[in-house]
């Protein structure tokens, strides 16, 4: 049965809300723990359908893992008996990718399905062969079953200079180089604060990595790495969609367990259309308070990787500059396809227009309830803010999009004031 929302939207968003752990950092650091050899604890994960899914692809290699303790997973990797991954859950998502590093530095061989995921573009993953290859790897594309094959009898550390910057292949090149021989140099590397987090475990585990976070990543290979227990950090861009949501229903919000510093282009913008947003800390955890008390001023905004302003925010950002005074310019620098949000926008009475990576956004007066449908997850988050800020009744369709890295989206929505319901025909 597939599943929607019901929005009754014009409710002011008021309270507190507590954000989980990072989507994107735990899709990487839970295929990162097949190189400890030995069981690692992930504590602070958030309850998805993408961990989910992975949780059901490491069981069908072998590995014993277990999730009935909170947010935290246990995983054992001890007993993967295979290499094969080219079963329906690893091609339904993009994520598995990061098993190709994983694998190949735990084992020396895998056979990976092509990864899927949201359709926002072209998301090849040649850099991670170029940078597998450099490693020491033989690699081979057999596009007739839509797999990857890599193997290699021992990696060999390498400068890889990345033709562009690419959050998959610098995790990715992390994983392998971790277990390769000597050093392993990565240059024109992402600087995401999950790409950090993915170090951070990885040397917990006992790797030797540098510079995560700055443009060069330095890696000496280790022969073994161990276990350990790891929390991952708050979630980037769930803190942004409450942040967002809390200016487009001019409300009073304060969001806890959060990392200020990763929010900061968010906050520039929001600040620049009107809203405050204030840093605070209450001696346990940080947190960020977003008021707004009168219609948003246009701003014009340019995705850009980090620290620039986060592509997996503009769309929820569009949502709310669609009733901002005056017209707003966006410029999505990063995927080709991430304005499939925008006819269902329409269906809401905003006025905007696109031409290739640009769009114009002409503020209207108000939204108003339609019925709509998700094209990817957060297409889904964008629509869930214009329908709680929107005039009337929205039916948002397609939310397992939304359900793959939003942890209780309508609990923590409701319990600011919103109205938002499940169903299901």
Do not use: W
């Not at 797999?147 to 392998?176: C, W």
């Not at 990595?209 to 890696?219: E, H, L, N, P, S």
């Not at 929107?390 to 609990?411: K, M, Q, S």
């Amino acid at each position: 049965m597939k599943q929607f929302y019901t929005i009754q939207g014009g409710r002011r968003l008021e309270g507190t809300v507590t954000i989980s752990g990072a989507k994107n950092a735990a899709v990487a650091i839970i295929p990162a723990a097949i190189l400890a050899g030995e069981c690692c604890i992930l504590e602070n994960l958030p309850h998805i359908a993408d961990v989910q899914r992975l949780k059901t692809i490491l069981e069908k290699l072998g590995a014993k893992v277990d999730y009935t303790r909170g947010d935290c997973l246990t995983i054992d990797p001890t007993a993967i008996k295979t290499t094969d991954a080219t079963f329906d859950e690893v091609g339904d998502m993009r994520a598995s990718s990061y098993l190709l590093g994983a694998m190949l530095g735990s084992y020396g061989e895998v056979e990976l399905a092509l990864p899927g995921g949201c359709v926002i573009g072209q998301r090849p993953i040649d850099q991670h062969i170029k940078g597998m290859r450099a490693l020491g790897a033989k690699v081979y594309m057999d596009e007739s079953r839509n797999v990857v094959r890599a193997q290699a009898t021992r990696l060999k550390g390498a400068e890889i200079f990345f033709d562009i910057v690419s959050v998959g292949a610098t995790i990715n090149l992390m994983l392998a180089a971790c277990k390769a021989e000597g050093q392993t140099v990565l240059q024109n590397v992402a600087k995401e604060p999950h790409v950090v987090d993915v170090a951070n475990f990885l040397n917990m585990m006992g790797a030797s990595i540098k510079g995560a976070g700055t443009d060069v990543i330095r890696i000496i290979g280790r022969n073994k790495l161990h276990g350990c227990t790891y929390a991952v950090i708050p979630d980037q861009i769930e803190t942004g969609t409450y942040m967002i949501a809390a200016a487009a229903t001019r409300g009073d919000v304060i969001i806890k367990n959060v990392i200020p510093t990763h929010m900061e282009a968010v906050s520039a913008k929001l600040m620049e259309s009107g809203a405050r947003v204030i840093e605070g800390d209450d001696g346990r955890e940080f947190y960020l308070r977003v008021t707004m008390n009168e219609r948003p001023r246009s701003v014009n905004l340019k995705t850009m990787v980090y620290p620039g302003f986060p592509t997996d925010l503009q769309q929820p950002m569009m949502a709310y500059l669609c009733c901002a005074q005056g017209t707003s310019i966006i410029q999505e620098n990063i995927f080709e396809n991430r304005f499939n949000h925008v006819k269902e926008l329409r269906r809401m009475g905003a006025s905007v227009s696109v031409s290739k990576r640009i769009a114009k956004v002409k503020g209207v007066e108000a939204l108003r309830g339609a019925e709509i449908a998700a094209t990817d997850l957060r297409a889904g988050a964008a629509l869930i803010v214009a329908g709680l800020s929107a005039h009337g009744t929205t039916t948002v369709r397609n939310i397992e999009y939304v359900d793959r890295g939003y942890e209780h989206l309508e609990h923590k929505f409701n319990a600011l004031g919103g109205y938002i319901e499940r169903g299901s025909k």
